[in-house]
């Protein structure tokens, strides 16, 4: 056996041998790999369709189902890519779900597709595929250029009476229904927009690149409450993103926002504990989440509601709200994601309003700022605040109903988000 001296000389000598070639190779490429670049975070129909003013704001103007119909849905992803894979969702149906054809295309706007970039979809092979209760389902993936910020439609076909069941309420205005089998027509024939969007909810992308994916978690002030689509600060920072000159790589940001969404209880939409883990932490490629949840969890604090006294487990208070959202850093940090959370705002001057639900979101806040298990803490609190009265909203980024920021308010909180916590 050789002395340990001479053993470790020549290991040193062999590593100074190699060096010098070893700095001088290229990097691997990153593999091909699944990324979200759109995706939106479904509630059950049946829920809306029982509350009196969502009902009221949602007309169903064809029934509460697909019969032999197409569906198309338009929205804009936050990443582009050459090869793409659309989710159908099933999550809240009752009974199997079979999407009879399916197509991608590139839009034109109002419901129309270039026909050069029409592609149809596959199921592990089959042009068809049937969804169970409760269950997602991915296409194939197929070629088709896309930019990040342009328009996509996936168009779906029905050849059976399809209740409806799964819709999310992003993008407003972008989705239509057409009789019998059109999901290969550019443009579609008597067509009736929908109030709501239906089954489709997630679209990725495939990528040699390191890329970013960032989920925007939270309720309607992540939604977009008071100013849809483009307005909401997720889409906001989706744009500083793209043109920022100090971007290393791409980064791709998915609102998953539902308005009414508490963190503790259902409300509109599943809980947010309930639903992190496949909203926030299931999507293809998610690298860093932003959490902006508890102003519906302590405003609803201070409802009473007559002749039904609230459970005792959906009473919240400070400790339930921070150990909720405790839970949620360790969802991300067991999943190795990043995490920023977010202050809640205020809201004098609405029904949630009252000393008791002050106290709380101040406590809550002075929790969140204080945090060190998080990657970044984001105070929109000090961003959306009256500088005269912290504890109301700022008129200049005030909606009007003394809750939800307008767009300079959403433009506000895109502006407060450290880039560099989102590049790391």
């Not at 041998?17 to 190779?25: D, I, K, N």
């Not at 050459?82 to 009974?95: A, L, W």
């Not at 919240?316 to 202050?343: F, N, P």
């Amino acid at each position: 056996m050789a002395p340990v001296g001479c053993v470790l000389f020549a290991v040193a000598v062999a590593v100074q041998a190699v060096q010098p070639q070893a700095e001088t190779q290229p990097r691997q490429p990153v593999e091909a790999h699944w990324v979200a670049g759109w995706a939106a975070a479904p509630v059950d129909f049946r829920e809306l369709s029982a509350n009196p003013l969502l009902k009221a704001a949602a007309p169903r103007p064809d029934g509460d189902a697909f019969r032999g119909q197409t569906l198309r849905q338009q929205f804009e992803p936050a990443l582009g890519g050459d090869r793409v894979r659309i989710r159908f969702s099933n999550r809240f149906g009752k009974t199997p779900l079979r999407i009879a054809a399916a197509s991608v295309a590139r839009s034109t706007g109002a419901g129309a597709v270039s026909p050069a970039a029409l592609r149809m979809l596959r199921f592990g092979g089959r042009g068809s595929v049937v969804i169970a209760p409760g269950a997602e389902a991915w296409s194939d993936g197929v070629g088709l250029k896309v930019e990040a910020g342009q328009a996509v439609a996936v168009s779906a076909f029905f050849d059976r009476a399809v209740p409806f069941a799964t819709v999310h309420l992003q993008s407003p205005d972008a989705s239509w229904v057409a009789g019998g089998n059109a999901v290969a027509t550019p443009r579609l024939h008597d067509a009736a927009p929908l109030p709501l969007n239906h089954i489709v909810t997630g679209f990725d992308v495939m990528t040699t690149q390191p890329v970013r994916t960032v989920v925007a978690f939270g309720d309607s002030i992540t939604a977009g409450g008071g100013e849809a689509g483009d307005g909401a600060y997720p889409e906001l920072l989706a744009t500083r993103l793209r043109n920022s000159p100090s971007a290393a790589q791409p980064v791709s940001v998915l609102n998953m926002g539902i308005g009414g969404n508490r963190l503790l209880v259902d409300g509109i939409g599943p809980n947010g504990l309930s639903r992190f883990a496949r909203d926030a932490l299931g999507q293809s490629g998610v690298t860093h989440v932003m959490v902006l949840l508890g102003t519906n969890d302590i405003g609803r604090s201070v409802f009473v509601l007559p002749g039904r006294p609230t459970p005792e487990h959906e009473v919240a208070t400070a400790e339930r709200i921070t150990d909720g959202l405790q839970q949620l850093i360790k969802q991300a940090r067991a999943k190795g994601v990043k995490v920023l959370i977010g202050t809640v705002p205020p809201f004098k001057n609405t029904p949630y309003w009252a000393e008791a639900s002050e106290a709380m979101r101040g406590e809550v806040n002075r929790w969140i700022r204080s945090r060190q298990d998080v990657d970044g803490v984001i105070d929109f609190d000090a961003v959306l605040r009256n500088p005269a009265d912290p504890t109301t909203f700022n008129p200049l980024y005030d909606n009007g109903d003394h809750l939800h920021p307008n767009k300079a308010g959403h433009a506000a909180m895109a502006a407060a988000i450290d880039l560099r916590e989102l590049q790391e």
